[in-house]
C-alpha cells in the first residue's frame, strides 16, 4: 500500500448510491474513494491537509482504502 500527503482540491461524487463514489484531487494525483465515503464528504473539504493509504488502478487513479484529514475541525 502506497501513501500520499497532500492538500485536497476538486472534490466531486461521480455515483450516488448506498455507497457513494467520490473522485477528489491531492495535489494534482487523481483520487477515488467508496469505502467510507459518506463519512469522507462529512470531514474533507478543499484546501485541507489529507493523508491516504491505497494503490493506484488501471487507470493511474489512487483508489483510497484509507485516509486521515489532518486539519479539519474539531467534529461535535
Known sequence: MQTI??????IKVLKLSN???????VD???CLIAR????????AKENN??????QYNSKNQFVVKKYCVIDSPMLV
Not at 5 to 10: A, E, L
Open 19 to 25: 455507497r457513494p463514489l467520490v473522485h477528489f484531487k
Open 49 to 54: 491537509q489529507i493523508v491516504v493509504c491505497g
Open 36 to 43: 467510507h465515503s459518506f463519512n469522507f464528504l462529512y470531514e
Open 5 to 10: 500527503k497532500g492538500t485536497i482540491s476538486k
Open 28 to 30: 494534482d494525483i487523481s
